[in-house]
C-alpha cells in the first residue's frame, strides 16, 4: 500500500526531491529554515540541505525574488516560497519585467531556473489579501509556466519538475487542499508538465477544472450521474503549457464544455480554455460552451459572503444540467 | 591595487571609449539610426571606468538605464553593443534588448534596465550564486540618486548586509533623476550616510575623479571578496547631456551649475593629471584618441553594415530550448 501523506508534507517532498537532484538548487523564504515554514511545508530540508541552501529571508519580497532570478540566470537553481500568492504582487517587477523576459531580452544569453511557490486560493476566510487565486495574472505573461495541481501526488511530482525546468514557474498549491491527502510514493520521482488527467470518463458533457475547483467538479459528477448526465472530468495540472489535445479529445466526444476556475472570469482560464476549443473543435459542439468563476469581487472575508461568491457544487450542477439539456 | 603608468593610461583609454561611444550614439541616435531612447553617460566616465578597473573578468555587474559607460568599463565588444543599440541581429541580444535591456554574458554583465531600481534585487543573485559556489566573484550594482529612493534599494542592501553577500552597491548620484533635483526629492546630504542604517560601510566619492573612484573600490571590492559583506558608495557626478537625447527642456539645471561641472570634466581633469606628471605626453594623448575613434568608426560601420533580426524569429527565446 502506497502512504499516504497531505498537500504540505508532498510540498516539503517536492523540493526534496528537486534539491537532492541537482545540488546548485536552493531555496529562500520566511522562516522556511529551521521553523519549517509557516504552513510546516518545508520542514526537513534545513536538516537535510543544511544552511547554504535553506535561508531565511528578512520581508523582502522584491530583494529576494530579484536575488533568486539574478541566482538563476548565473547558473544555480531557484526556489523562491513566497507564502501566499497574493504576496507575488510585492515582486511583480522582479517577476514580469526581469525573470519572465530575461532569457528573451537577452536574446537566449541565460536561463531561468527560477520556481516561484505560494499557496493560493480561497479557503476559510482568509480575506482579500490570503485568498485570491492569480494564475490568470501570470497566464497572460509570456514565458512563465503556470501550475495548479490539485492533490499531493501531482503537488510532489509536478513541483520538482517545475523546479528542474529552466523556465520561470509559478507553482500554486491549493491553501484548502493542504491538508487533504492521497497516496503518494515515498521515492523520488518527477511529472511531466503539460500532461492533463482525465479524472473520470463521461460521454454528455466535458468539464475542465484545476486545483480546488477539480473538488467542487468531481462531486458534482457525482450528483449530476444521480440525474442521468454523465460527465467526463479533466484536470489541466498545469495552466501553461496547457495540455489542449487532451481536452480537444474530450469536446469531441462530449460536445460539451463547461470550465470551472477559482480565478477571475474577465480574460480568465475559462475564456481561454473556451476560446482555443471554439478555433479548433467548433464543429463538435452541441451547444454553448460556458464557464464558471468566482463573482467578480475581491474575496470577501465573512463566510457567506465568500461562499456567496465562490463556485460551488451547486453552482457547478445548476450550469452543466443547463448545457447537457 | 598598486596603480601603474600602464593602469592609468588604460583608464584614460576607457573613459574616452566610452565618451567617444556616447557622442557617436548621440549622433546616430539624432540621424535615427538608433530607435528608442538613448541616456547618454557623458560626464560620469570615471565611475564606471575607475570602478571596473578594480574587477575580474569574471566578476559581474548589473546597469541601469544609462548603461552604455558600464557594459564598456566591463569589456563589452563595442560593435556588438552598437549593433544592439541598433536594434540589429548581431547585437548581444540579437535586438531583442537595446539599449536599456543590454546583457553581456562573455563580461557577465547582467543587464543595463529599463526600469529604474530593479537591478538592485537582481545584483544579489549573483552574489549568492557566487556564494554558493565559493568562487570569490563579487557582483556590482550600479544605479542612481533616483533609484537610491525606489523601495528595492532598502529591500536589496538590507538583504545583502544580513547575508553578508559579496556586492558593492554604487550610486551613481548625478544629482537630478530626469527634472527632479536631487534636494526635491531626498532630505539628507548623502546617500552614503544612509549606509549606517543597515550596518555596512557608506562612503563618499569624487565620482569625476576616476582615481579617487578606483581607490574607494578597491577597498570595497577587497571587503565583499573576503566575505565581510557589501559596501554603499555615493559617486557624485554629473550628466553633461539632458536626461535622454532630445530631451525637450533642459532649463531645470542652472547653467551656472553646468557651467561649475563642465570645468571638472573627468576626461579633461584626469588627462591634465597624466601630462602633468608625465605618465603620457600630448602626443601619446593624440595617439590614444585616433586609436579610439577608429574603433568607434567601426563599431558605427559594424552595426550599420549588421542584419535585421528575422521577423520569423520573432518568438525565440521565450522558452528554455528554443
Ligand atoms: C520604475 C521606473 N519608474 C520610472 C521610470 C522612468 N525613469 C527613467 S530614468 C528615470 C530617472 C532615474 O534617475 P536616476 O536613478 O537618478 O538615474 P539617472 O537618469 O540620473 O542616471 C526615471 C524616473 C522608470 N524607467 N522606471
Ligand atoms: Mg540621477
Redesign the pocket.
Known sequence: MVREITCTQAIAEGYAVAMRKDPSTFIVGEGIADRGGCFGHTTGLLVEFGPERVLDMPISESGFVGMCAGAAACGSRAIADIMYVDFTTLAM?QIINQAAKLRYMSGGQYEMPLTIVGVSGANRSGGPHHSQSLHPLFMNIPGILVVLPSNAYDLKGLLAAAILTNDLALVLPHRGLLNARCGVPEKDYVLPLGEARVIREGKDVSIVAAGMMLHHAAEAADKLSDRGISVELIDPRTLVPLDENTILKSVKKTGRLVVVDEGYSNCGVGAEIIARVQEKAFDFLDAPMQRIHPVSAPIPFSPVLEHALLPDLDKIVDVVMKVAR | MKVTDQIKISLFRTMLRIRQFEMAVREHFQKTDIPGFA?L?VG?EAVATGLCAVLNPDDYVTS???GHGHCIAKGADLNRLMAELWGRKTGYCKGRGGS?HVYAREVNLLGT??????GLPLSLGPAIHAKLNKSGQVSVCF????????GTFHESINLAAVQKLPVVFVC???????V?A?HESTKTENFADRAAGYGIPGVIVDGNDVMDVLEKADKAVARARSGKGPTLLECKTY?HFG??VGEPGTAYRPQEERNEWAKRDPIRMFCTHLVENGTIDPEGIEAIEHEVEKEIVEAVEFAGNSPLPDPQTVAQHVWSGQ
Open positions: 517587477d | 541616456h553617460y560620469e541601469t538605464h544609462r536599456m534596465s529599463g526600469i529604474v531600481g530593479a544605479f542612481g540618486d533616483g533609484a537610491a529612493n525606489n551613481e548620484n548625478n544629482l537630478y533623476a530626469t527632479t536631487v550628466r536626461h535622454y
